[in-house]
């Protein structure tokens, strides 16, 4: 029997799991498909660091290693839904409800003191920022939107808000010393072992981390950015956005880059705050609130302040803030702004939202304005403001005529985890990093100053040469051009422009159209391409890959949620990941408040239609095919009929969605003559569904408008939040008969 293992995550993924898991259990149990849950939400990560500290009832399994060994198996089939890339105000937030619930986890320390407490930290550590992706991702991506889906915008285009040729919105970027111009980077030439070394200007030598492995073909780069500098254009910027009366924002990658980006995050408050620091950042890091964490983590720990000094505090903050410029607002209505939380503003998501909204983001008073987004490092900076200038030369995209930009990117064993692990550091005394190899050679060297953050990263040599098969692949599939998003200038890419010529060579590429552009050129081109229908293949690394399978949806379909994500293993296995639209933390605030659930499941239609299919030719039984060919059908039925969930209560939320896609992909298998068995047996359960509609989604709108107990926000109870998410007796009737 095949199995598909789909994981448990957080947020509104995790709710919709409760409706939709069932539905998927029961229709995939007839066709001999086995569908088990592996845990990987934030709280199941956190308790599975600390079994020593839990009784054998509150123990867990550590899902994320087990999937990390499945997925170098042949045979792995794995949903992958979007989980917290957690912060560290998010972990905190988690370990506090899991306290409350009776786990005896420790605290969060930021500057833990003993053996005991650093331990722990590096446990936490484990589970911080982008922890699940490298662990899973032992392939790399195809993102694409399916055409069902393109058809489906095209048809129904969403609202984009109108560009003006006169818009000030514009993208910030450093100019000089940061990691784009200060990167170097080295081709292994045999397998070795790197130290990586600060050697300090009074002569004594720090070992930041000793023999590394590397393989032979391994590109190794090292690259530093200059706090003073950084400080310097950020201070820069808040003038000019108050110059221009604009909004000031700033666009991180705080949850993936989980050590380099809140550290210039907090260089930003710092900045925005200079009433505030350096006249308070002693007492403050003795209370251990951190600009790193936000301006929000302060503000909310002013009580760990004598009484004299948080009145200060608050009030150097407010002034501040009064004679600054005016913030690009998380929620004006609670009076969240850019800098509350470092992971609430990410740049993939944030960028694209303010384009599609016409260069206006929202102010201090829930007004609408022309925004400063400043990107600090220039290495991707450029691909946002070609496309803001092309959005105000010639207006906003058309969703109903423009074409679509799918994604192969390079990601396979950690490709290009900049900034996110144990090679990234802030340079604690002034001196010389080093990248020495096991000979003592200096591989790579940069003088850095204190505070100065400096980050390396791997990218192995097989799975650069698997991306260029699956670029190649896609290319020959489509006919359409597939561009290598590499900037020449940047040492990196330079080294990967190197082996893509090389790879190249290893395939038949005669008749297709495969260029290598920097990111710049390859976004004006692409949008050329767009805007008069034509798609473009962008073949991208990590980072890039994240930005763009985020960017061109949301401008082409409204959201990234939509996105047909298959990852083919290298071992031989798929991966199924439904979607690029995070785990929506608004939407369960919308549930507490409203009893209604938002989140877009589509996502995981489209995956799990994949899923099938691999389930059916790796196990060699059709029956998982009809299965999913019936659910592409009732995906599209869905679409066409308006049965995606509305973001306003009352109406139809992501549990109508499920039923009206159980009842349609009930219908097509009883309507279709390919497998004798699937039409007999769900025959009767479209007949039942189709009989009882009109009952069950009048049952499904009636329970919305009140506040829902979803008993716990990182750790929900499953009791309750399947009372809140399975209202219907007559829907779960049906469906729970079919798995008997």
């Known amino acids: 029997m095949a199995t598909i293992y789909w994981t448990r995550t957080d947020e509104a993924p995790l709710l919709a799991t409760y409706s939709l898991k069932p539905i998927v259990e029961a229709f995939a149990s007839q066709a001999g498909v086995n569908v088990e849950t592996r845990d990987i939400s934030l709280a199941g990560r956190i308790l599975a660091q600390f079994p020593e500290r839990l009784s054998e009832d509150q123990k867990v399994e550590d899902a994320l290693a087990a999937l990390g060994d499945l997925v170098k198996e042949p045979h792995a089939n794995i949903i992958k839904l979007p989980n917290i890339s957690a912060s560290v105000p998010q972990i905190k937030r988690a370990v506090a409800e899991l306290q409350e619930k009776g786990y005896d986890i420790p605290k969060y320390k930021s500057q833990p003191e003993g053996e005991e407490e650093t331990a722990d930290r590096a446990k936490f550590d484990k589970v911080k920022g982008s922890a699940v992706n490298p662990v899973l991702r032992e392939g790399n991506s195809d993102r694409r939107a399916p055409e069902a889906v393109k058809s489906f915008a095209r048809k129904h285009p969403h609202r984009m808000g109108a560009w003006v040729s006169d818009s000030k919105t514009n993208v910030a970027t450093m100019a000089s010393n940061d990691f784009r111009h200060n990167e170097k980077s080295v081709i292994m030439p045999a397998d070795d072992k790197l130290t990586y070394q600060?050697?300090?200007?009074?002569?004594?030598?720090?070992?930041?981390?000793?023999?590394?492995?590397?393989?032979?073909?391994?590109?190794?780069?090292?690259?530093?950015?200059?706090?003073?500098?950084?400080?310097?254009?950020?201070?820069?910027q808040i003038r000019r956005a108050q110059r221009e009366n604009i909004l000031f924002s700033v666009h991180l990658k705080a949850t993936m880059m989980k050590v380099s980006d809140p550290l210039i995050f907090g260089e930003v408050v710092k900045a925005f705050l200079p009433s505030v620091f350096p006249k308070f950042e002693s007492k403050l890091a003795a209370a251990n609130l951190t600009p790193d964490n936000g301006l929000g983590a302060i503000l909310d720990g002013l009580h760990k302040l004598d009484d004299a000094t948080a009145a200060a505090v608050k009030k150097a903050i407010e002034k501040d803030l009064a004679e600054g410029p005016a913030l690009y607002m998380v929620n004006s209505d609670k009076g969240i702004t850019n800098l509350h939380v470092p992971s609430d503003v990410i740049v993939d998501a944030s960028m694209p939202a303010l384009i599609r909204n016409g260069g206006k983001g929202w102010g201090p008073k829930g007004e609408e304005n022309d925004t400063l987004a400043v990107i600090p490092d220039s290495s991707y900076a450029g691909v946002y403001?070609?496309?803001?200038?092309?959005?105000?030369?010639?207006?906003?995209?058309?969703?109903?005529?423009?074409?679509?930009?799918?994604?192969?990117?390079l990601m396979a064993q950690k490709a290009e985890e900049y900034g996110s692990h144990d090679k990234t550091f802030q340079i604690p005394v002034d001196g010389v990093l080093q990248v020495i190899n096991?000979?003592?050679?200096?591989?790579?060297?940069?003088?850095?100053?204190?505070?100065?953050?400096?980050?390396?990263?791997?990218?192995?040599?097989?799975?650069?040469?698997?991306?260029?098969?699956?670029?190649?692949?896609?290319a020959r599939a489509t006919g359409d051009p597939a561009v290598f998003w590499l900037d020449p200038q940047r040492a990196h890419d330079a080294n990967l422009?190197?082996?893509?010529?090389?790879?190249?060579?290893?395939?038949?590429?005669?008749?297709?159209?495969?260029?290598?552009?920097?990111?710049?050129?390859?976004?004006?081109?692409?949008?050329?391409?767009?805007?008069?229908?034509?798609?473009?293949?962008?073949?991208?690394?990590?980072?890039?890959?994240?930005?763009?399978?985020?960017?061109?949806?949301?401008?082409?379909l409204g959201t990234s949620a939509k996105m047909l994500s298959v990852v083919p293993l290298m071992a031989g296995g798929g991966l199924f990941e439904t979607g690029a639209g995070g785990s929506a933390p608004k939407h369960v605030q919308q549930v507490e408040e409203e009893n209604h659930l938002r989140w877009d499941s589509l996502g995981e239609f489209l995956a799990l239609a994949e899923s099938l299919r691999y389930a059916a030719s790796d196990d060699n039984d059709p029956r998982p095919s009809v299965l999913a060919d019936a659910l592409d059908k009732a995906t599209a039925t869905l679409l066409d009929e308006g049965k995606s969930p509305s973001r306003k209560v009352g109406e139809i939320d992501n549990r109508g969605s499920h039923f009206y896609l159980a009842l349609y992909w009930a219908q097509e298998l009883a309507a279709q003559d390919e497998n004798s068995e699937l039409k007999e047996v769900f025959a009767p359960v479209a007949k039942a569904l189709s009989e009882k509609e009109e009952s069950i989604a009048k049952t499904l709108l009636e329970v919305q408008g009140s506040p829902a107990d979803l008993g716990g926000y990182f750790l929900p109870d499953d009791e309750k939040a399947f009372a809140v998410m399975r209202p219907s007796a007559e829907f779960n009737e049906i469906i729970d008969g079919l798995k008997k």
């Open 385 to 409: 403001q070609a496309v803001i200038d092309d959005c105000r030369e010639n207006g906003a995209y058309d969703p109903a005529t423009m074409g679509t930009v799918p994604n192969v990117g």
């Open 438 to 474: 096991s000979a003592g050679e200096v591989l790579i060297e940069h003088h850095v100053a204190e505070g100065d953050i400096w980050r390396s990263c791997q990218t192995k040599d097989a799975p650069v040469r698997d991306w260029v098969k699956l670029a190649v692949t896609r």
């Open 497 to 556: 422009i190197t082996k893509v010529n090389e790879y190249l060579a290893d395939h038949d590429t005669e008749g297709l159209d495969i260029r290598i552009m920097d990111p710049v050129a390859a976004t004006k081109f692409s949008i050329e391409r767009i805007r008069r229908g034509e798609n473009t293949i962008s073949v991208t690394g990590n980072v890039l890959r994240d930005y763009l399978t985020d960017l061109f949806p949301i401008m082409e």
């Open 198 to 236: 600060l050697e300090a200007n009074d002569g004594h030598v720090i070992t930041l981390k000793k023999d590394m492995p590397v393989l032979k073909g391994e590109i190794i780069d090292g690259t530093g950015m200059n706090v003073h500098i950084l400080a310097n254009f950020l201070r820069a």
